[in-house]
């Protein structure tokens, strides 16, 4: 049986580590690969969900190895869990003698590139995105200042060793995938495109009763006359809540009955404030947190879905989750050009309309028409471009070829 070390600096007790790594390392553990993964947890979430997780791993012949993430301390938290990552690697690896260290991200990469050197261990970097130029665009590291420019430079440096040296490279688009190709490097990687991908036995609108749909509408003060324009997701620092805000008031004048959906852990008091700016009346928002299993009932409100991310040059690597998942209910998304792939799965499937630029003009240009759409044409689409079963097959493909 062959042995594999995953390595991710995210958790596992996050959303994005139950839909993005558990679900694609269960598939590989069931097709015969020994799966080890170490991920740094948060103290507050690992406390809530660390049996259920466990159990889930458990389950799914994962051995996990968590370890604790620092909220503090900065760069040198940083670099002290760095440390700790190449210790523990070295450790489990003395034990078990892997053949393939798997590396979510950049700052997982250093400890899997130094295994490759070190042992000889086949170096999967699955990049998930260009890191260092997502801090910078996103403003959480200013070129102006001389620490930051030290360590931008640093690790662009460490994307070409990463690229150079990994014996795979998975990105999330083709886009950012024909952006690598670009770049003059000593050894062009094998790169696969796997895009972040859903389980559409989840995400299935046919699981979900129209009682249950109707009761939610009640407990949110919803009825089934209203047109729900809905947002899945935390807002940070990419998605676009006033240009998002600006689409929804054109839309409430040509719908009257329309109300606003957000389905996020964002306050609500920070929604509402930001709607306001736009006249928009508080009771036309509705703002709701709710568990990952839950998503999908309430994604089966909506009538259409939105999300607007900032087009900047890293997020030609981005693959947004959510676009999977409302897809995999049949819901047509309002969506921006320029984010990774968005554009030729949009195109493609016929699942949404995309807008060139924010301003009233445009939105008044592409006001949803739910006539223009085919729902199971939409969910066709996810399950051909976005399905799990698809990412794993993908995953074994590279996997096996590493074994030759």
Known sequence: MKTVLYISYDGMTDPLGQSQVLPYLGGLAKNGYEIHLVSFEKLDRYEAQKNTIRELCKESGINWHPQDYSNEGGLRKTIRQVFKMNRVA??????????IVHCRSYISAIAGLKMKRKYGVKFVFDMRGFWADERVDGKLWSLKNPLYKQIYQYFKKKEK?????????????????????????????????????????????DKIEDSQKESLRKDLGMTSEDFILGYVGSIGTWYMLPEMLAYFKILKERKPNARFLFISGEKRENIIAEASKHGINEDDIVVRSVLYYEVPEYISLFDASIFFIV??????????????????????????????????????????ILIDS???????????????????????????????????????????????
């Open 90 to 99: 070295k450790y489990l690896h003395d034990l078990h003698n892997f053949d």
């Open 311 to 352: 087009p900047t040059f890293s997020k030609k690597a981005s693959s947004p989750t959510k676009q999977g998942e409302i897809m995999a209910m049949g819901v047509p998304i309002v969506c921006n050009s320029g984010v990774g792939d968005t554009d030729l799965v949009v195109n493609k499937y016929h699942s949404g």
């Open 358 to 404: 924010f301003d009233e003009e445009s939105y008044r240009n592409h006001i949803i028409d739910l006539q223009n759409f085919n729902k199971e044409e939409i969910i066709s689409g996810a399950r051909e471009y976005f399905s799990l079963e698809g990412g794993v097959e993908k995953y074994l493909g590279i996997y096996k070829k590493l074994d030759d």
């Open 161 to 205: 060793q990463f690229l150079q040296e990994a014996d795979y490279v998975i990105s999330l688009t083709e886009n950012a995938k024909n952006v690598i190709r670009g770049w003059k490097l000593k050894h062009q990687p094998d790169i696969a495109v796997i895009p972040c991908c859903v389980d559409i036995d989840r995400f299935n609108p």
